[in-house]
């Protein structure tokens, strides 16, 4: 079946821009998850979301991003005023439901450049 | 903080040889250890998890070993071959209302597989 989908895979943007990611989780998984990857780096927890509710957003790196799921399915993730440090790896996970018998399934992300 | 800490950040090993990484973790409510394998452009993709109840787990060519009172757990690949060279992350998590089943991710070992 397909995996979890991210668009656009690559994007370019000028500093001070506003954009938009998006990722489609396998179907039917309740749980879907945003990470960070910087060049060098591990992954960097961004936000959880359980069906369309967000418990904590405190992991998002700062008020500039913003992040949300509708229907159950589809979730963007928004960051205004993009900085050069936004540039990095964005990916996107989903799993069945949040626990430890249900493995996250990444999507292969979308490459945030700044410029 | 880094909750879950990795080395070597670099591995050089020739065909056929034994890989090893190791990770280290702090928070004793962690109860899910799994390490991910990513190659370029991709995203990561779950290669083989323990929980703690077990010392060692083994998937083909593919080893955990778990030291529960140490805090640490290892990937060992057997008769490594070029195709495994890739880079491996390993992560810890436990369930929490805020973050669902998030994975706290080591930074990443690159391992190279020379023929």
């Known amino acids: 079946g397909a995996g979890v989908s991210q668009s656009p895979s690559n994007k370019v943007t000028e500093k001070g821009k506003d954009v938009e990611l998006r990722c489609d989780p396998i179907?039917?998984?309740?749980?879907l998850y945003w990470y960070r990857q910087s060049l060098g780096q591990g992954l960097e927890f961004l936000i959880y979301?359980?069906?369309?509710?967000?418990?904590?957003k405190s992991g998002l790196p700062s008020d500039r991003f913003s992040a949300e799921r509708t229907g159950g399915s589809v979730s963007t993730l928004t960051i205004q005023r993009t900085q050069q440090e936004d540039s990095a790896v964005y990916l996107c996970?989903?799993?069945?439901?949040?626990?430890?018998?249900?493995?996250?399934?990444f999507g292969n992300g979308t490459r945030l450049t700044v410029t | 903080q880094q909750q879950v800490k990795q080395s070597p950040q670099s591995l050089i090993v020739q065909k056929g040889g034994i890989s090893i990484i190791n990770c280290a973790y702090e928070?004793?409510?962690?109860?899910?250890f799994p390490w991910y394998q990513q190659f370029p452009g991709k995203g990561p993709a779950l290669l083989i998890a323990?929980?703690?109840?077990?010392s060692e787990k083994k998937e083909g060519r593919f080893t955990i070993s778990f030291n529960k009172s140490a805090k640490q757990f290892s990937l060992h690949i057997m008769d490594s071959q070029p195709g495994d060279s890739a880079t491996y992350f390993c992560?810890?998590?436990?369930?929490?209302?805020?973050?669902?089943?998030?994975?706290?991710f080591g930074k990443g070992t690159s391992l190279l597989v020379t023929p």
């Open positions: 323990i929980r703690p109840d077990v």
């Open positions: 979301f359980q069906g369309n509710s967000a418990p904590d």
């Open positions: 996970a989903s799993s069945s439901d949040p626990s430890y018998n249900s493995p996250l399934h």
């Open positions: 928070n004793t409510a962690f109860d899910y």
């Open positions: 179907s039917g998984h309740t749980a």
């Open positions: 992560a810890a998590s436990g369930s929490n209302s805020n973050s669902g089943y998030a994975l706290n």
